[in-house]
Protein backbone atom coordinates (compact mmCIF):
# COMPACT_ATOMS: atom_id res chain seq x y z
CA UNK A 1 0.00 0.00 0.00
CA UNK A 2 0.92 3.48 -0.81
CA UNK A 3 2.02 6.13 2.45
CA UNK A 4 -0.95 7.88 2.09
CA UNK A 5 -3.91 5.08 1.51
CA UNK A 6 -6.59 8.23 1.38
CA UNK A 7 -4.71 10.06 -1.51
CA UNK A 8 -6.54 7.99 -3.95
CA UNK A 9 -8.82 5.88 -2.86
CA UNK A 10 -8.94 4.18 -6.11
CA UNK A 11 -5.34 3.39 -6.43
CA UNK A 12 -4.91 -0.20 -7.24
CA UNK A 13 -1.89 -0.90 -4.93
CA UNK A 14 -4.40 0.36 -1.84
CA UNK A 15 -6.98 -2.00 -2.49
CA UNK A 16 -7.50 -4.66 -0.14
CA UNK A 17 -8.78 -7.10 -2.68
CA UNK A 18 -6.11 -6.81 -5.11
CA UNK A 19 -3.71 -7.70 -2.20
CA UNK A 20 -5.57 -10.53 -1.44
CA UNK A 21 -6.12 -11.88 -4.69
CA UNK A 22 -2.17 -11.49 -5.48
CA UNK A 23 -1.42 -13.00 -2.57
CA UNK A 24 -3.55 -16.16 -3.04
CA UNK A 25 -2.36 -16.86 -6.56
CA UNK A 26 1.33 -16.05 -5.62
CA UNK A 27 0.93 -18.31 -2.43
CA UNK A 28 -0.60 -20.90 -4.39
CA UNK A 29 1.99 -21.13 -7.17
CA UNK A 30 4.67 -21.62 -4.33
CA UNK A 31 2.83 -24.31 -3.57
CA UNK A 32 2.99 -26.05 -6.87
CA UNK A 33 6.58 -27.46 -6.40
CA UNK A 34 6.35 -28.66 -3.31
CA UNK A 35 2.95 -30.22 -3.70
CA UNK A 36 4.63 -32.15 -6.84
CA UNK A 37 5.88 -35.37 -4.79
CA UNK A 38 2.45 -35.98 -3.97
CA UNK A 39 0.95 -35.34 -7.25
CA UNK A 40 -1.64 -33.17 -6.12
CA UNK A 41 -2.76 -30.10 -7.27
CA UNK A 42 -3.46 -27.09 -4.17
CA UNK A 43 -7.37 -27.70 -4.22
CA UNK A 44 -6.61 -31.92 -4.12
CA UNK A 45 -4.43 -30.84 -0.97
CA UNK A 46 -7.12 -29.18 0.40
CA UNK A 47 -9.24 -32.33 0.01
CA UNK A 48 -6.60 -34.37 1.56
CA UNK A 49 -6.13 -31.98 4.31
CA UNK A 50 -10.19 -32.06 5.15
CA UNK A 51 -9.58 -36.12 4.65
CA UNK A 52 -6.48 -36.62 6.96
CA UNK A 53 -8.86 -34.49 9.56
CA UNK A 54 -12.70 -36.14 9.32
CA UNK A 55 -12.85 -39.32 7.24
CA UNK A 56 -14.71 -40.55 6.21
CA UNK A 57 -17.29 -37.89 4.80
CA UNK A 58 -19.70 -37.84 1.89
CA UNK A 59 -19.50 -35.13 -1.05
CA UNK A 60 -21.78 -32.62 0.44
CA UNK A 61 -19.88 -33.05 3.94
CA UNK A 62 -16.32 -32.40 2.26
CA UNK A 63 -18.20 -29.62 0.15
CA UNK A 64 -19.44 -28.26 3.67
CA UNK A 65 -16.33 -28.13 5.18
CA UNK A 66 -14.11 -26.93 2.22
CA UNK A 67 -17.12 -23.69 1.51
CA UNK A 68 -17.12 -25.41 -2.12
CA UNK A 69 -20.02 -26.44 -4.22
CA UNK A 70 -20.56 -30.10 -5.12
CA UNK A 71 -20.06 -29.88 -8.61
CA UNK A 72 -16.43 -28.44 -7.81
CA UNK A 73 -15.62 -31.16 -4.85
CA UNK A 74 -16.67 -34.20 -6.68
CA UNK A 75 -14.12 -33.86 -10.16
CA UNK A 76 -11.27 -33.45 -6.97
CA UNK A 77 -12.36 -36.44 -5.65
CA UNK A 78 -12.28 -38.09 -8.61
CA UNK A 79 -8.82 -37.32 -9.90
CA UNK A 80 -7.67 -38.25 -6.51
CA UNK A 81 -9.39 -41.38 -6.44
CA UNK A 82 -7.28 -42.12 -9.73
CA UNK A 83 -4.18 -41.36 -7.60
CA UNK A 84 -4.77 -44.45 -5.41
CA UNK A 85 -5.35 -42.07 -2.41
CA UNK A 86 -9.35 -42.23 -1.37
CA UNK A 87 -11.82 -44.56 -2.30
CA UNK A 88 -15.79 -43.46 -2.84
CA UNK A 89 -18.04 -46.55 -1.06
CA UNK A 90 -21.44 -46.72 -0.22
CA UNK A 91 -22.14 -45.45 3.40
CA UNK A 92 -22.97 -48.56 6.36
CA UNK A 93 -25.71 -46.58 7.74
CA UNK A 94 -27.54 -44.84 4.36
CA UNK A 95 -26.60 -46.40 1.27
CA UNK A 96 -27.64 -43.59 -0.75
CA UNK A 97 -24.92 -41.96 0.52
CA UNK A 98 -21.06 -42.06 -1.03
CA UNK A 99 -18.39 -42.05 1.59
CA UNK A 100 -14.62 -40.74 0.93
CA UNK A 101 -12.35 -43.04 2.83
CA UNK A 102 -8.33 -42.70 2.67
CA UNK A 103 -7.05 -45.56 0.67
CA UNK A 104 -3.77 -46.60 3.08
CA UNK A 105 -1.29 -44.98 0.27
CA UNK A 106 -3.50 -41.79 1.56
CA UNK A 107 -2.75 -42.23 4.79
CA UNK A 108 0.97 -42.73 4.24
CA UNK A 109 0.91 -39.65 1.95
CA UNK A 110 0.10 -37.96 5.30
CA UNK A 111 3.41 -38.89 6.47
CA UNK A 112 5.20 -37.19 3.18
CA UNK A 113 2.24 -33.93 3.43
CA UNK A 114 4.10 -33.29 6.89
CA UNK A 115 7.00 -31.60 5.19
CA UNK A 116 4.80 -29.12 3.23
CA UNK A 117 4.10 -26.52 6.15
CA UNK A 118 7.52 -26.77 6.88
CA UNK A 119 8.84 -26.22 3.66
CA UNK A 120 5.99 -23.52 2.67
CA UNK A 121 7.68 -21.80 5.96
CA UNK A 122 10.91 -21.64 4.50
CA UNK A 123 9.80 -20.33 1.13
CA UNK A 124 7.75 -17.83 2.26
CA UNK A 125 10.32 -16.64 4.69
CA UNK A 126 8.21 -16.69 7.37
CA UNK A 127 8.02 -18.08 10.89
CA UNK A 128 5.10 -20.31 12.32
CA UNK A 129 4.16 -17.00 14.68
CA UNK A 130 4.04 -14.38 11.50
CA UNK A 131 1.92 -17.31 9.94
CA UNK A 132 -0.38 -17.62 13.00
CA UNK A 133 -0.86 -14.30 13.03
CA UNK A 134 -1.61 -13.67 9.78
CA UNK A 135 -4.06 -16.37 9.82
CA UNK A 136 -6.03 -14.81 12.23
CA UNK A 137 -6.22 -11.61 10.40
CA UNK A 138 -7.56 -13.64 6.89
CA UNK A 139 -9.96 -15.25 9.72
CA UNK A 140 -11.10 -11.84 10.95
CA UNK A 141 -11.34 -10.59 7.08
CA UNK A 142 -13.59 -13.80 6.14
CA UNK A 143 -15.49 -13.59 8.48
CA UNK A 144 -16.25 -9.91 8.43
CA UNK A 145 -16.60 -10.55 4.32
CA UNK A 146 -19.32 -13.22 5.36
CA UNK A 147 -21.37 -11.46 7.69
CA UNK A 148 -21.49 -8.04 5.46
CA UNK A 149 -24.97 -7.67 3.67
CA UNK A 150 -25.17 -8.64 -0.67
Same mark, same amino acid.
Given at each position: MSENPLAD???????????? &????????AAYKPVLEPLGL???QYLVMLTL????????????GLLHLDPGTVSPLVKRIES????? @?? @? &?? &?????????????? @?????????????MMRRLDMDARELAGLHASMK???????RAPN
Open positions: PLALENQVCFAL &SLASRSVITHPWEHEPLSIKELSLGYVQ @RS @R &SA &SDERTLEIVLTQKG @RDAREVALEVPKEKVIEAAL
